[in-house]
Nanobody, 115 residues
Framework: QVQLVESGGGLVQAGGSLRLSCAAS????????MAWYRQAPGKQRELVAN???????NYADSVKGRFTISRGNAKNTVYLQMNSLKPEDTAVYYC?????????WGQGTQVTVSS
């Protein structure tokens, strides 16, 4: 079983920055993808960014150039540096870990960007 714990959400003004963190524990495959998703009220959950253990990354077009995903040296942590935040970035952000054995989600952390 894999547990994910997110931290770092909060309230920030437009143009500001936040850094989200997610730590995974439990039985974790050495080959996996960790990702950040978000879900705004009334909208479907969407992929923000992901990063494979090999280092390949993918970003949603809406966050390219503003957000950066990275993983810790232990490979069981993932971060999301969010710069130049916009009100439309307001959502609950979820951490995800996926491998051939598991598809685990964190509890979510609220990010609110005021205009």
């Amino acid at each position: 079983q894999v547990q994910l714990v997110e931290s770092g959400g909060g309230l920030v003004q437009a143009g500001g920055s936040l850094r989200l963190s997610c730590a995974a524990s439990g039985s974790i495959s050495s080959i996996n993808t960790m990702a950040w998703y978000r879900q705004a009220p009334g909208k479907q959950r969407e992929l923000v960014a992901n990063m494979q253990t090999g280092g390949n990354t993918n970003y949603a077009d809406s966050v390219k150039g503003r957000f950066t995903i990275s993983r810790g040296n232990a490979k069981n942590t993932v971060y999301l540096q969010m710069n130049s935040l916009k009100p439309e970035d307001t959502a609950v952000y979820y951490c995800n870990l996926r491998s051939i054995y598991v598809n685990a989600w964190g509890q979510g952390t609220q990010v609110t960007v005021s205009s």
